[in-house]
Each structure stands twice: as C-alpha cells, then as structure tokens.
C-alpha cells in the first residue's frame, strides 16, 4: 500500500514538472517583437527597474529584480500596497516598471497604475491576460500564454509564476549580452562568491607580510632559521640577501631531504639546504593564480614567496590560507 502510495506521487510530480515545462514551452513559442522592445527599453533605461506585483507575482517580482541587480541592472521591489501609502516616492520619471500578474486584475495593482502612469514612467506588463488592466496600462506587453496551472484544482500559482518568473531571467539575460556583461563584471557584484573572489582577490590580500613574512638571511645558521620558521607556523621561510632580495626558499620538505641525506642538520649552511630557483609570484596577481602555480605541476607545494621591485622578498603566500578564503 505505501509502495503504492509512493508511486503514485512519482506520478505526480513528473505530472506537475510535465505541465510547467509545456508552459515554457508556450511561452517561448510566444516571444515576439515584444520582448526585443522590452530589452531595448530597460537597456536605455536611465533610472532604476522596479519589478512590481502581488502575492506569489510579487514574490517572483522580487527574486527578478534580484538578478537583474546581479547582472548588471540597477533593480528594486516596490510592494504595490505600500506604494499606495507613501512608497510611491521611490518611483521617478526616468524609472522603468516591470509588473507582474496573471490575471492583470489585482485590487492593489489595479490602483497602482495610474499612478505611475501619472509620473511617467515607462511600463513593462508581464501577464497572462492580454485585455487586462495591467495589459491596457503598460507600454510594452510581454504575454505568458498560460490557461492551465499545475495544480489539480487549476488554483494555485504555479505554472504562471514559473513562465513569469523564466521570462525575467530572459530578459536578465538578454541584457546581460547587450551590454557586454562578462565575468568580470558579475564578479565585482559578487565579491564574496566563489567566482568573485576568484577574479578579485589578489595576492597581496592574503599573503603573510611584515613581521607575518618569515624572511632569514642567507648569512644565518641553520638553528635561527628553524627557530623562525616553527615561531611563525609558516612551514618555511624565504632566504633573502643582505638588500632584502630573494636568493631562496626552505620549506619543511626541504629540511625532511636534508636530514633523509644524513649528517647533522645543524652543521649545514642554509645554502646547503635551500631550494635556490623558487617559483614566486607577485603581490599584484589574482589569487588565483598562486593556487595554479602551487596545485598545476607534476610534484605541487604548499608556499609561495611573494616578491616585489628588484625581488625583494615581500611575503610569503601558503595553499591552505587561500583555500580557507574560498578559493
């Protein structure tokens, strides 16, 4: 009975994504010279894209002025009841207004309307019902061709708001081409995304600088250079010249081989046990770009010294202190 039972909301819900996906199927079928108009229009648009609607529209309303803001256009919600009780100082002239409703025929919107209209700004509909009072208001009418909902009783918001909700992401990214958003765009709106910090994060963010950088002189006994790096937890230490410039890199591998050679590790100059052609990277470079020198290579390592003018030894930048950032 429950095997049964179980089955039977397989049934169902492959039956509920059927009818969303023949309504975006619809709706493509639908696009016209419309929509072309409609991204011409927000992307001249001077002002602000405010994305209105009621109750599940205006849910949908907002996740799309959402990524429209994340793509690269300036976007807000405005809740049409509160609009009617002094939100309406949000709206001006050079605004550009996407409403959103099936029927076109909400109370609240309804009321709304006029009032934009009065202030002049442009309307973009994004309704089921072609003869609506949303549809009769606006501008420039996207049509959502649907007449069935996904719900047995053909009540809830389901397929419309799918339609509505897919259109604002096609007009999201139909901007996004016009105005040649790239990925370096969409990272500086994101900067505590994954790709965010991958396009913004430099070197210099993360590394170990100042009295963090373990820096030794190639002068110095093996012992001190231990000492410094176990005190700064660092896992190894740049070997630097008399003038602050970078002659090599001991890591905690380096001194493990010294010893696997055997003699007295403390009798050795750091000469002997340095590695004197390290991979550097500098401070100005993405962050990124140290993970690929250290994890792109037949034998990876986990430290990078990170040098400035004339080679001086200005950090030290290890894997695991990017990773812990994300990256």
Known sequence: MAKNGLSGVAREIRRVLDVEAQALRRVRDSVDG??????????????????????KSGLVAQKIA???????????????????????????KQDLIVAIGKSGESDELSALLPHLRGLGAKIVAITANPKSTLARAADIVLITPITEEACPL??????????????????????????????????????????????TLKVGDLMRSGEANPTVFVGETVSQMLLTITRLQAGAASIVDKSGRLVGLVTDYDIREAIARGGNLLSLKIKDVMNPRPT???????????????????????????VGKRRRAVGLVQVHDLRARGL
């Open 66 to 92: 959402a990524t429209f803001s994340s793509t690269g256009t300036p976007a807000a919600f405005l809740d049409p009841t509160e609009a009617l009780h002094g939100g309406m100082g949000f709206v001006q």
């Open 280 to 306: 550097t990277v500098r401070a100005d470079e993405p962050a990124m770009r140290a993970i690929e020198l250290m994890e792109n290579r037949r034998n990876p390592f986990n430290v990078l010294p990170v």
């Open 34 to 55: 419309s929509y072309t108009r409609a991204v011409s229009q927000l992307a001249r648009c001077k002002g602000k894209v405010i994305l209105t609607g009621v109750g």
């Open 154 to 199: 053909n009540l809830a918001p389901t397929s419309s708001t799918t339609a509505a909700l897919a259109v604002g992401d096609a007009l999201a990214i139909a901007l996004m081409k016009v105005r040649n958003f790239g990925a370096d765009h969409f990272a500086r709106n994101h900067p505590a995304g994954r790709l965010g910090k991958r396009l």
